[in-house]
Every structure is written in C-alpha cells, then in structure tokens.
C-alpha cells in the first residue's frame, strides 16, 4: 500500500496485496482499490502510486493485476497507457 502526498497532505494511495491463486491464476500481485483527489488528476501521481506497486510485485517476482469494469473508457485508456493488457479472465453473472 502506498499514498502520494503533497505539502503534508494524502492526495492519492493504492491498496493492494500479493495472494494466491484467486480465479485460478498464478500468485499475483493484485490492485485492490486506488485513488487521486480530482484537484490532482493528470499529473501522474497515478502512474507513480502503481509503479511503486509494480516495483514490490517484480521484487516478489508476481505478475501485477487489477479488474476494472469493462465499459469504463477512462480506466481501460488508465491500465493501457501504464503497459497493463486484457487478461483471460471473464465474469458471469445472473
């Protein structure tokens, strides 16, 4: 887990974790949860929050994952530009 501060203040972290097997994938590193108040969005604090994330998993030898919702434009064009591609998983629901 890790936050972004600027002048003493937290304006972003990510949350997350290295677990096993989840849906029948190998031992990742998994984005849980992250965020950067709006005042601060596009200035990359974003993209230095999950490369430190991503620093921890390739020191642990994991691949890094995150599982967004397939129709949100921003977040897809977010992972892309960070290097992140679709993965094999699929969810149903009922």
Request: aromatic content about 10%.
């Amino acid at each position: 887990n890790f936050v972004a501060e600027v002048d003493g203040e937290i304006v972003g972290f990510v949350l997350g974790d290295i677990r096993g097997a989840e849906y029948g994938t190998p031992m990742s590193g998994w984005i849980d949860l992250m965020g950067v108040h709006p005042a601060y969005h596009r200035l990359g604090i974003g993209h230095r929050l999950v490369a430190a994330f991503c620093q921890v998993c390739r020191e642990n030898q994991v691949p890094t994952r995150v599982i967004i919702q397939e129709d949100d434009a921003e977040l897809r064009a977010f992972w892309a530009a960070l290097g992140f591609r679709r993965g094999k998983l699929i969810d149903f629901e009922m």
